[in-house]
T-cell receptor, first 115, second 112 residues
Framework: SAVISQKPSRDICQRGTSLTIQCQVDSQVTMMFWYRQQPGQSLTLIATANQGSEATYESGFVIDKFPISRPNLTFSTLTVSNMSPEDSSIYLC????????????FGAGTRLSVL | AQSVTQPDIHITVSEGASLELRCNYSYGATPYLFWYVQSPGQGLQLLLKYFSGDTLVQGIKGFEAEFKRSQSSFNLRKPSVHWSDAAEYFCAVQTGANNLFFGTGTRLTVIP
């Protein structure tokens, strides 16, 4: 299986600030995704991170709030902007790897608390 | 539209007992189905998957799942639960756009 590393693993932030989460994979991926898991809830897809172009956002998520970059095939960032307590969640990145086909592997997640 | 239902929010079983976690899906095409497990403070780990073929699939850690098209179900089973199986279990369906849709999860508690 592939290795997906996220950092930070957790953070506590103040309202109104922004946090950038990094996702690094150990081999090239065809697709990368960002998910949000709110407390006690399931995972919801935020967006598909596209290499070299704008991310594709799901309904309810916008680029101004969750800007995403993917400068190459092994790295992506998600920024949570102008945070409020409602943004307190676990944020996970995932990827499809060519060798596995149709299987998404997940990072360990970033636990964000906003005060 | 696709959806995944896990009707059991929380299940408690004794160590050594058998386990079945229920999952029902709604999807217009042939589904790709998955079970993931999330241990406390951890990310998601893939337990098993169903793409096609044999409807009984084997996964890691002694888990298996059976795809029943007529019931739109993909229930997860384990004949003998270990204390280390205590975790959150998520069923998911993948659409043609490679998006994963997750159920709300079932939290498993294992008692000695």
């Amino acid at each position: 299986s592939a290795v997906i590393s996220q950092k930070p693993s957790r953070d506590i932030c103040q309202r109104g600030t922004s946090l950038t989460i990094q996702c690094q994979v150990d081999s090239q991926v065809t697709m990368m995704f960002w998910y949000r898991q709110q407390p006690g809830q399931s995972l919801t897809l935020i967006a598909t991170a596209n290499q070299g172009s704008e991310a594709t956002y799901e309904s309810g998520f916008v680029i101004d709030k969750f800007p995403i970059s993917r400068p190459n095939l092994t790295f992506s960032t998600l920024t949570v902007s102008n945070m409020s307590p409602e943004d307190s969640s676990i944020y996970l990145c995932s990827g499809f790897f060519d060798s596995s086909k149709n299987i998404q592997y997940f990072g360990a997640g970033t636990r964000l608390s906003v005060l | 539209a696709q959806s995944v239902t896990q009707p059991d929010i929380h299940i408690t079983v004794s160590e050594g007992a058998s386990l079945e976690l229920r999952c029902n899906y709604s999807y217009g095409a042939t589904p790709y189905l998955f079970w993931y497990v999330q241990s406390p403070g951890q990310g998601l780990q893939l337990l098993l998957k169903y793409f096609s073929g044999d409807t009984l699939v084997q996964g890691i850690k002694g888990f298996e799942a059976e795809f029943k098209r007529s019931q739109s179900s993909f229930n997860l089973r384990k004949p003998s639960v270990h204390w280390s199986d205590a975790a959150e279990y998520f069923c998911a369906v993948q659409t043609g756009a490679n998006n994963l849709f997750f159920g709300t999860g079932t939290r498993l508690t294992v008692i000695p």
